[in-house]
């Protein structure tokens, strides 16, 4: 059985599982996003100074994460970095505005814990804390530290950008908003019809800050469906619908299927794949 059949059965199984149960699948809706650049080879040439991965949580947040792919220190500046969103907004990655309260709590005689973090490629992974058993003193302390107008990577080293965004026209609420809400509905059809969807600009530095490059990246809805359900049980109708309109739907970039529920209150979704640049 190829991996695309067997992505599909776990597809089906994910969206439509409700079928059998009280809740009816009212809609079931796709998205995918692609890379606007033409010659995006799979991976970075042994060339290439910089590597972006940008992930999209299926709640439409974007996620910027940074690999310096030179021997040399990169200086990131953020002030002269940003977000483009749908509607052409810009938003620099630099907030002025932004004081973090940070409080930090430190207890002697910790033995046993153990912290991993793991690699964060796309998207931060989450912190694994161990058991510890403590005894002691305790100590707090409050430090407040404003948001940095430059971040450096070290050499052949990773940074997240440090802001995340939320994409106008993406994720699961952006999906729920456009489906049909009954059967009678009319289905959205938009198939290999690229549309602006986001943009990121990164301005860097190798040379000390001396002088600054910019990766830029725009990001195109390529896809966008979004079917009614017509008869309670039938969402598989609405899926194979979806899958005969865009037949490479599994293949993309990054893709979100999202099916909605009679109870606004429930849906189930199912998205892969993360985006990238390099320069």
């Known amino acids: 059985m190829s991996v695309r059949f067997l992505l599909l059965g776990v597809l089906a199984g994910t969206l439509l599982c ?16 692609v890379n606007g650049r033409q010659d995006l080879a799979p991976k970075a040439p042994e060339d290439a100074s910089i590597f972006a991965a940008f992930g999209i949580s299926p709640d439409g947040n974007l996620i910027v994460e940074v690999h310096n792919l030179t021997g040399e220190m ?30 930090s709590t430190s207890t002697s005689n910790t033995v046993g814990a153990t912290v991993n973090l793991g690699t964060v490629t796309p998207v931060l992974r989450g912190v694994n804390v161990g058991n510890a058993n403590t005894s002691g ?51 959205i059809r938009q198939v290999n019809e690229p549309r602006f969807s ?28 979004s079917c009614a359900v017509r008869a309670h049980g039938e969402a598989n109708a609405a899926l194979r619908e979806i899958l005969t309109a865009a037949p490479e739907a599994m ?7 999202y099916s909605a529920h009679d109870k606004k209150t429930s849906a189930n979704y199912y998205t892969r794949g993360y985006l990238y640049n390099y320069q």
């Open 74 to 103: 990169m200086d990131i500046d953020r002030t002269q970095s940003f977000f483009v969103n749908s509607d052409g907004s810009s938003t620099c990655f630099y907030d002025p505005t932004l004081t973090v309260n940070s409080t």
């Open 251 to 257: 293949l993309q970039p990054w893709l979100l299927f």
């Open 18 to 33: 409700s079928s059998c149960s009280k809740l009816r699948v009212t809609s079931v809706s796709y998205q995918s996003i």
């Open 137 to 187: 003193t305790t100590n707090t302390s409050t430090t407040y530290v404003q948001d940095r107008e430059h971040m450096t990577i070290a050499p052949r080293g990773k940074i997240n950008m440090g802001r995340n965004f939320q994409i106008a026209e993406a994720g699961r609420a952006y999906l729920s908003a456009i489906a049909p809400k009954d059967e009678n509905g009319a289905s």
């Open 198 to 225: 986001f943009g990121v600009v990164i301005s860097y530095s190798t040379d000390g800050g001396e002088s600054y490059e910019t990766l830029e990246t725009s990001f195109f809805t390529n896809n966008l469906i």
